[in-house]
């Protein structure tokens, strides 16, 4: 059973950047696909970055793209998303989930999910 803790959440202004982090326990990190996901009030859950367990393949949804970058730490069994330029339609909880698959920018691929950080991005 694979846990997984978000960090990093907060209040930030447009334009401004924020770092989110997602650490990872109870199993072997580096053969899971990791992705990041949001959910604004109101809204479905929807994908934003996924990296692959070698952490050379990357995809971003349309809507992050050029703004955000994921990356990931296996030594220390973390993933991180970089968050630039951020704009009030930003403003979401945002998930970590781990995929024993390829990791598709579909929820319904990740087997493990964290409880989710909130970042508010104020206009």
């Known amino acids: 059973q694979v846990q997984l803790v978000e960090s990093g959440g907060g209040l930030v202004q447009a334009g401004g950047s924020l770092r989110l982090s997602c650490a990872a326990s109870?199993?072997?990190?580096?053969?899971?696909?990791m992705g990041w996901f949001r959910q604004a009030p109101g809204k479905e859950r929807e994908f934003v970055a996924v990296?692959?367990?070698?952490?050379?393949?990357?995809s971003y949804a349309d809507s992050v793209k050029g703004r955000f970058t994921i990356s990931r730490d296996n030594a220390k069994n973390t993933v991180y998303l970089q968050m630039n330029s951020l704009k009030a339609e930003d403003t979401a909880v945002y998930y970590c989930?781990?995929?024993?698959?390829?990791?598709?920018?579909?929820?319904?691929?990740?087997?493990?999910w964290g409880n989710g950080t909130l970042v508010t991005v104020s206009s």
């Open positions: 989930a781990a995929a024993i698959g390829l990791g598709i920018p579909s929820q319904y691929a990740y087997d493990y």
């Open positions: 109870g199993g072997t990190f580096s053969r899971y696909a």
């Open positions: 990296i692959r367990w070698s952490g050379g393949s990357t």
